[in-house]
């Protein structure tokens, strides 16, 4: 890996004072470091021989190698003019330029923005981690048991190179790396995509967002995790909506409990989206496990809190009465354009 390493700096040193002067060395350029038998596929192919613990530190190396040769290439190539010598014809510069469509925010990002900044009014942090999980960060430290059925290969998936590696199932595992770094109190909003092996159907999809909270702190009670609900459900949906707790269970929260806002389609008095029933759940929540905090090192005797996640496709296509999840991911221009008021 070391060695790799210096090889790499050593190529970068030559290509970065590499020149060219006609079209002909710029071709014998590109064949040397990008053609098919080239410099970069070849030290590409020393991935093999890396060691699995640095494979990650090693793809990253020799992408962002790979990404300086073919800029270089892209730089070279308009110094050489590779067009010139064509006429193209007569072009009048005070014409005005023309329109470039301008894109609009993902109703995602909308949602997952105004979530945050609800909870950073309350004094949460905002803090991420990786998408690609150990089993300790996403499941053992929170308290889940090895025969947990969330384990199961149906719901997570597992890296077919290294299966003690997976894909982070909620980003409940920010949190344990959050707490690990036992800096108390502690305050913080997890958001960023999670992955579950689901069916794809209007109401699930194998990857969506979640913004999940943790608070720790001497004395933090029931009392304080509901209030804070409560305050985010009147800045997120309103004044008028009413809100319910309903006991749970969730491994790393006891006790636990999901929230259910009243329906916002009907108002309460039953539909579709509801089920009839006037309610809709929007998150799970809890006060966090002694056994979890015990986990990341903290004193359970000094020490409670409080712990939510939701999802923020549900709470978006609630927002926004948007009656399939799928249309967040195609990206059809048509659906995602209906967002530009609303940012
Ligand atoms: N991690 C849970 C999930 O992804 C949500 C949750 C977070 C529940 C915190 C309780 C407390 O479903």
Redesign the pocket.
Known sequence: MEQLRIQIEQYEKEIENAIVSTKDELEAFRIKYLGTKGLVKSIMGEMKNVPADQKKMAGFMLNEFKISVENKFEELKSAVGEDSGEIIGTVDYSLPGDDLPLGTRHPISIVQNKIMSIFQTLGFAVAEGPEIEDDWHNFSA?NLPENHPARDMQDTFYLNEDPAWLLR????SV?IREMQKGKLPLRIICPGR?YRNETISARAHCFFN?V???YIAENVSFADLKQTLYFFVQEMFGQDVKVRFRPSY?P??EP?AEMDISCLICGGSGCNVCKKTGWVEI????MVHPKVLENCGIDSNKYTGF????GVERITMLKYDVKDLRLFSENDIRFLNQFKAAY
């Open positions: 929170l199932t909620h980003t409940s949190q999670v979640q999940e909270g943790l969730f790393f929260t636990s998150l799970g929540s809890g712990a939510f996640g939701m």
